[in-house]
Nanobody, 124 residues
Framework: VQLQASGGGLATAGGSLRLSCAAS????????MGWFRQAPGKEREFVATSTRSGSTFYSDSVKGRFTVSWDRAKNTVSLQMNSLMREDSAIYYC???????????????????WGQGTLVTVSS
């Protein structure tokens, strides 16, 4: 199983970035593919997830600004980030779960597989 995140970089507040996660060995059996982030000195937090049934869930802090999409044909999960704020600066990780259940999809412990992370920096 491999998850390779990309697309991070520097953006200005109000701008946009699109993160992608190339997945191999897991997408056919995954129940959900998600994104988490971790800012310096803070714990890893849930950002968004897309389930096998097509449902999507977002943290309150990104709802309405970020969009997660799972393209099974391309084995990728993307995170479109609009109206970026400085508080969005963090390392973003993609994750996959094959055993998790719906009630746990907002928690990092539900995900067995993790990508290496991609850094997003938003300047004012």
């Amino acid at each position: 199983v491999q998850l390779q995140a990309s697309g991070g970089g520097l953006a200005t507040a109000g701008g946009s970035l699109r993160l992608s996660c190339a997945a191999s060995g897991v997408t056919s059996s995954a129940r959900a593919m998600g994104w988490f982030r971790q800012a310096p000195g803070k714990e890893r937090e849930f950002v968004a997830t897309s389930t096998r049934s097509g449902s999507t869930f977002y943290s309150d802090s990104v709802k309405g600004r970020f969009t997660v999409s799972w393209d099974r044909a391309k084995n990728t999960v993307s995170l479109q980030m609009n109206s970026l704020m400085r508080e969005d600066s963090a390392i973003y990780y993609c994750a996959a779960t094959i055993k998790g259940i719906l009630s746990t999809f907002r928690t990092s412990r539900a995900y067995e597989y993790w990508g290496q992370g991609t850094l997003v920096t938003v300047s004012s």
